[in-house]
Structures are given as C-alpha cells and as structure tokens.
C-alpha cells in the first residue's frame, strides 16, 4: 500500500478548518444545547466544496482531495483526539455514518 504524504501546513489548513467549521456547527442550537453534529461523510462530501476555488472543476484533484480529508479526519479521531465520535460505538454503524464533533478541551 502506497503511502500519502502531505505538507505540515495543508494537514494543518484541513484539520483547523473542519475544527472550526465543526464546532460552527455544534455552536449553531443556541440555548437549548442542541446543536448539529455531522458525520464523517458530510464533512468530507463539505471540504472539497469549500476549496472549489482552488481545484476548479476538476475531477481528479476533488477525488484527491475528498481522500486527503479522509485521511486527516481518520487521524484527527485516532492519533491527535481532536475529534471524537459521538453516541454508542455500535459495530453494525459504518464509521462514515457516525457523527463527529470537536473535542470539548480543543482550542481552534
């Protein structure tokens, strides 16, 4: 399996904007508390529309991109615990289903 390296500073670029976007989102349900929490798929389908700008129309830049946030999700969850799964960790839930939010101790 080839592995995908990417500069400090993109993994950073995509890592603080999810966080921020995230916690937007969380911060969205005002008094009550009951904010939005997306899933993992929604918030990798919302970056690369956020970078059109960038990437233009093109296909295979997107599909390169979309795998890139994949990616730094899965690490974001795994390795660095800025994010965190919310609800029951139910193994018949594909983890693309799951919702995620942004750590309560992260600072952005």
Same mark, same amino acid.
């Given at each position: 399996?080839?592995?995908? +390296?990417?500069?400090?500073?993109e &993994?950073?670029?995509?890592?603080? =904007?999810? #966080? ?10 005002? !008094?009550?508390?009951?904010?939005? &929490?997306?899933?993992? =798929? ?7 529309? +956020? ?7 093109? #296909? ?25 799964f919310?609800g029951? =960790?139910?193994? !018949?839930?594909?983890? +693309? +289903?799951?919702?995620? #939010? ?6 952005a």
């Amino acid at each position: 399996k080839k592995k995908t +390296q990417i500069t400090f500073e993109e &993994y950073e670029s995509i890592s603080n =904007a999810i #966080a921020v976007y995230l916690r937007s989102k969380e911060d969205d349900g005002g !008094d009550e508390g009951e904010g939005t &929490y997306l899933t993992w =798929a929604e918030t990798v389908e919302w970056y690369p529309e +956020q970078c059109k700008g960038e990437i233009g129309n093109s #296909a295979e830049e997107r599909e390169r991109l979309t795998k890139l946030t994949n990616l730094v999700i899965r690490r974001l969850i795994n390795v660095d615990h800025v994010l965190m799964f919310m609800g029951d =960790a139910s193994d !018949d839930v594909d983890e +693309q +289903q799951r919702k995620i #939010a942004v750590h309560p101790n992260y600072v952005a």
